[in-house]
């Protein structure tokens, strides 16, 4: 009984969104479709979200290992600050958050009138995408390393350097082949929120279309415009860009559960 009510709830609150999207981006067929995601606001739209993701993730994919290592490898005062700082962006709004570095950046903000006189441009541009998605994409990677790292102790790092390797030789040979599981499912999380990221972007992007609409902007621009049958069609690559990153943090759960099996 209660494996049934599982079972419906995951096809309802899943499997039939899912279905849905898809559907609904193939009514038209394919030929559509493919307009649809090739029309130049579109190829901009997917770019765009490209680009940002691949700035922020490897970003984030330092700054986590960096933080995890200190809060796990070292004791100091301030540690709970630092966890529950690492810890900000989930309990905080992203549209809080993107409105934070409009108040920062923006044209009446802060630093405003010291960014406007010197050209640089960051709210409604680039940059400003790129700092409201490392924000709220920030604690992915550290939250899947910290408990790992803290369990596995400080032992094998402190006979590495005892027996006279480098701080990189002892991260790249034994740190890093101790966490890379962790570390390759932090980053797949850290990649989707990247991707699928709105309510942060939305605030710092200015919807100006074909410059600063990621592809759930875009979506959310077609759909307005009532053009259902794009805004679907481009709502399938993220759709698509799920499925993706479930089926390698499946892969990746089954080798690193065969990896432990073969150990013990």
């Not at 920030?138 to 701080?167: D, N």
């Not at 993706?244 to 690193?256: C, G, M, P, Q």
Request: aromatic letters at 12%; one cysteine or more.
């Amino acid at each position: 009984m209660l494996i049934a009510a599982a079972l419906a709830y995951f096809g309802l609150m899943l499997l039939l969104p899912l279905g849905t999207v898809i559907a609904e981006g193939l009514r038209k067929g394919t030929e559509a479709w493919l307009a649809a995601v090739t029309e130049p606001d579109a190829r901009s739209a997917i770019w765009l979200t490209l680009v940002v993701a691949a700035i922020s993730v490897p970003l984030n994919t330092v700054f986590g290992i960096a933080g995890a290592w200190l809060i796990s490898k070292y004791d100091f005062r301030g540690k709970p600050i630092l966890i529950t700082l690492i810890d900000l962006p989930f309990s905080v709004s992203p549209v809080v958050s993107g409105l934070v570095f409009v108040l920062l950046f923006g044209a009446q903000g802060w630093f405003g009138t010291w960014l406007q006189d010197r050209n640089i441009e960051i709210i409604f541009a680039l940059p400003g995408l790129v700092l409201a998605t490392v924000f709220v994409t920030f604690p992915f990677v550290a939250r899947q390393l910290i408990p790992l790292m803290t369990m596995q102790g400080r032992a094998s790092e402190e006979a590495a350097l005892t027996l006279g390797a480098s701080g990189w030789q002892t991260f790249w040979h034994v740190t890093l082949p101790n966490i890379r599981f962790a570390l390759l499912y932090g980053v797949l999380l850290c990649n989707a929120r990247a991707m699928g990221e709105f309510g942060a972007v939305s605030v710092v992007s200015g919807h100006i279309r074909g410059e600063t609409n990621t592809m759930p902007l875009h979506v959310e621009v077609l759909y307005n415009e009532y053009n259902f049958a794009a805004a679907f069609a481009v709502a399938t690559l993220l759709a698509l860009l799920a499925v993706v990153t479930l089926a390698l943090k499946s892969f990746i759960e089954w080798r690193h559960r065969d990896e432990l099996a073969a150990k013990f």
